[in-house]
């Protein structure tokens, strides 16, 4: 059988890219094995030569889609991550993604002015709100690549075998509402551990799959990937 190809388009948006190039592949590779199709994970654009039936591409977008932004528990969640329609992962949301840390402020005592004991400034607490706030992912480090790698095979279940979202968390296809369901007030080391942790597929998930790669009969209507 000829082999399975997945292009990742602009993965050095994501580092360590390597990280991202693991994650996808070990999403898929058994699946491909049993599937008897060699698997490639390729960073770049559709492979010359190769049919584009064979050839399956998602792109890592810089920025993030402005839709669907909500915060939930102190952290803006809600971001849309990933788009099956367009085979996209918003990287820019990953990188969005805040959780709050709470109210924190320095304490100014109150001051003389001026000459008069009357000219007194009163005390006042004054609030750092830029720090209020803190990423829950930084590029550069491992989690960031494999929680985006964790997104885009999500996406890719949706596109090759349609796919629906599952409540299982360990699952590729859990989404953000399934997670609130568990942590409805969500920390950063719950969030990193959602996005960013060891995914599988269920028994059904992986007979359909298995079926429709060795099938090349892509379900989810994006089986010809074209170039540009």
């Known amino acids: 059988m000829t082999d399975f190809n997945i292009i990742l388009r602009d993965p050095h948006r994501v580092r360590p890219t390597d990280v991202l190039i693991r994650t996808v592949t070990e999403a898929f590779e058994g699946l491909a094995e049993e599937a008897g199709r060699p698997l490639n994970v390729v960073a770049g654009s559709p492979m010359s030569g190769a049919p584009l039936d064979d050839q399956l591409a998602i792109t890592f977008v810089g920025n993030r889609l402005r839709l669907g932004e909500r915060f939930i528990g102190g952290s803006n969640i ?5 788009d099956e329609g367009g085979a996209a992962v918003y990287v820019g949301a990953l990188l969005e993604m805040r959780v709050g840390g709470g109210p924190r402020g320095v304490l100014v005592p109150s ?6 004991p009357l000219d007194r400034e009163p005390a006042r607490l004054e609030i750092d709100y830029m720090s209020q706030t803190e990423p829950v992912f930084e ?9 985006a790698g964790n997104v885009a095979a999500h996406e890719l279940g949706h596109m090759l075998a349609r ?5 299982d968390l360990g699952n590729y296809m859990a989404d953000g ?10 920390t950063r ?3 990193r551990w959602f996005w960013s942790g060891r995914k599988s597929w269920d028994p059904a998930q992986r007979q359909r799959l298995v079926r429709v790669i060795r099938s090349g009969r892509i379900e989810g209507g994006l089986q010809a990937i074209p170039g540009g």
């Open 139 to 147: 590029n550069g480090e491992p989690e960031l690549a494999r929680a």
């Open 177 to 186: 509402s399934a997670f609130l369901r568990r942590f409805p007030s969500p």
């Open 163 to 167: 796919l629906g979202h599952e409540l």
């Open 111 to 116: 001051r003389y002015r001026g000459g008069s």
């Open 189 to 191: 080391r719950d969030l």
């Open 78 to 82: 809600g971001l849309i991550l990933g």
